[in-house]
């Protein structure tokens, strides 16, 4: 059962591939199928493991990933069936398959220790990680905008000419998701904050190393600078199209790091 869910998007994966290949109408409805089949299967996992240990899997960075890979799944699908343009599957699909590994790997639910027991931790992680879930859209319509623009600049119009949606759309695309990531991390900060301070009190010692210096925190904040430069720059400055990709790909690396170098590794107060 733990397996079901990155098999189906692995599939899901293939089955875009092929039809970014032979834009082959069949093609294309199996592989948003099989993805919404995988993002079902990974909702009644995350069902099943709420039931098993009493709480939503979101305690530990295995659980957070695992999480990140499900909502990335369904606002991928909501994108999808909003523009009905199957172009970006691929490469959303193959990040799925990626990072679909870990929780895989190690689908164990770690407790929940008393100090993350309040509806502010609950709030402070959903609202990050779909605001992860956005910047990973952002990445992806950033990644394909700049293989399209150096086709044209080229001009040896090829397969990505043929198959991904117009500059401006794409851009378009792109400044939308990372307005709803940028406002959804700043909500998750700020929730967060208020949820540290509550708990500084706590024995536990991970809750009395919630500061700016810990670099799971010191991160977060540089991802938030970043992503509102590129806000800021877009309205004052005129920083669309390639500019704005560029930093949407910049951006997400930062997250990527955050999300697991330094949440496996580095952080002193994120590492329940």
Not at 3 to 25: K, Q, S
Request: glycine share 6%.
């Amino acid at each position: 059962m733990y397996l079901l869910p990155l098999v189906l998007y692995a599939a899901a994966a293939a089955a875009y591939t092929a039809h970014f290949g032979w834009r082959d109408p069949r093609t294309g409805r199996l592989a948003t199928a099989l993805l919404a089949s995988g993002a079902l299967a990974h909702t009644f996992l995350i069902g099943m493991q709420t039931v098993q240990v009493g709480h939503a899997p979101l305690v530990g960075t295995t659980a957070a990933v695992s999480a990140f890979v499900w909502l990335l799944g369904l606002s991928y699908l909501y994108l999808e069936l909003s523009t009905d343009e199957r172009a970006m599957g691929p490469f959303v699909a193959v990040l799925l398959v990626v990072l679909g590994i870990i929780p895989a790997v190690d689908p164990a639910v770690s407790p929940r220790p008393p100090v993350l027991r309040s509806p502010l931790f609950t709030a402070h992680v959903v609202t990050m990680l779909f605001a992860y879930a956005s910047f990973a859209l952002a990445f992806v319509l950033g990644l394909t905008y700049v293989l399209l623009f150096k086709e044209i600049r080229a001009k040896q119009l090829g397969v990505f000419y043929a198959r991904l949606p117009s500059l401006q759309m794409l851009d378009v695309m792109n400044a939308r998701v990372v307005t709803i990531g940028w406002i959804c991390l700043t909500l998750g900060i700020g929730i967060g904050a208020v949820w540290a301070t509550q708990v500084q009190s706590s024995p536990d010692p991970r809750a009395q190393a919630m500061s700016i210096a810990d670099p799971k925190i010191l991160v977060a904040l540089l991802c938030w600078v970043v992503y509102t430069f590129s806000l800021l720059a877009r309205q004052a400055i005129g920083w669309s199209g390639r500019r704005a990709a560029w930093l949407s790909a910049i951006a997400f690396v930062i997250v990527l790091l955050n999300f697991v170098p330094v949440g496996y590794f580095l952080t002193k107060s994120h590492n329940f």
